[in-house]
């Protein structure tokens, strides 16, 4: 049984190890695929497993022997699914690895946008506050969350987890999702509509899936419903976001602040529009990367693996 990883590095860059993997099969791991060699690599393969490296109708024309297709990751947009299941081809994905450490990170870009804490250290770095005249400064306005409210759009297992902290850091907090679970409604957290949401929070966090349907939700439009100097944060999907959008909303000073760790074409390209923004902080989709997130997605990856070869579905998406 053939096994291939057209994406390895990003998941294994070599702390972690594919012994799991190796039990279920012969293995062979690219650290990256350019699309014009997927076909290729894959071969006469009969499993392959795949992060960010596209797997389109044509590649699947040419791989007839791929009867499995492993997302290692939760998003799983990268892959024609309707192609995959026409053909009979099971495709997974990995949900629910990085609760911890997305939420974790999404209240980290939050944490920067109110207290610039890397710009603060880099200038006492650069001699700032040796030179300075007083015994402290600032080079950006200092926001106190407490007492704030923050509107999450996307409220499953991660925007839970960051509602939870942000209701321990005296936030309240407005939720938007389309399954709703009344349980979890309190004096401190409500859904809300989306345009109640877009009016009434300081804060904005995107946890949602990318679906046509929430493909640059957030622009022009959408923005104008908002508060003035609303702080925005992305760690979701890039596509989420109309990025030139954000960067007039940016430089006009209607949103105060974002912070993304994602944007829509990845590497971030020269060109990207929010490179030409202010008050703007971008991370290069590091959000799930811990190691002990990057080792429960392998432990998972292998399981959904494990569970095909058995005849069982586990984390299917295709139907």
């Not at 911890?100 to 920067?112: D, G």
């Not at 506050?129 to 509107?151: F, H, R, V």
Request: net charge negative.
């Amino acid at each position: 049984m053939k096994i291939v990883v057209l994406d390895g590095y990003a998941l294994n860059p070599g702390d972690l190890s594919w012994e799991s993997l190796e039990k279920l099969g012969t293995v062979m791991v690219y650290d990256r695929t350019a699309e014009a060699e997927v076909a290729k690599w894959i071969g006469d393969a009969e499993m392959v497993l795949t992060n960010k490296t596209p797997i389109t109708c044509e590649t699947l024309n040419r791989c007839p022997k791929l009867n499995y297709i492993g997302v290692l990751a939760t998003g799983y947009n990268i892959v024609d699914v309707a192609a995959a299941s026409e053909r009979g081809i099971t495709v997974t994905n990995i949900p629910s690895y990085g609760t911890n450490a997305v939420s974790q990170f999404a209240i980290a870009l939050l944490m920067e946008l109110c207290h610039r804490i890397g710009d603060h250290a880099h200038s006492v770095l650069a001699g700032d506050w040796a030179n300075n005249q007083d015994w402290c400064y600032w080079n950006y306005p200092l926001i106190e969350l407490s007492g704030k409210t923050m509107g999450i759009i996307g409220f499953g297992k991660i925007g839970q987890r960051t509602g939870h902290i942000a209701q321990a850091l005296g936030m309240k907090v407005l939720a938007y999702d389309v399954m709703k679970y009344p349980e979890l409604e309190s004096e401190t957290c409500h859904y809300v509509s989306l345009d109640e949401l877009y009016q009434e929070a300081d804060v904005i966090v995107l946890h949602v899936p990318l679906f046509s349907y929430t493909r640059e939700m957030i622009n022009a439009e959408s923005i104008r419903k908002m508060k003035d100097g609303v702080l925005i944060i992305n760690n979701s999907r890039g596509q989420l976001i109309a990025e030139a959008d954000l960067r007039d909303a940016l430089n006009s000073g209607k949103v105060g602040g974002a912070a993304v760790d994602v944007v829509s074409t990845e590497p971030i390209k020269l060109t990207n529009p929010l490179l030409q923004a202010k008050n703007i902080i971008i991370t290069p989709h590091i959000s799930w990367a811990p190691r002990e997130s990057r080792q429960r997605l392998m432990d998972i990856a292998v399981d959904n693996l494990a569970c095909y070869l058995k005849g069982e579905q586990r984390n299917v998406v295709s139907g």
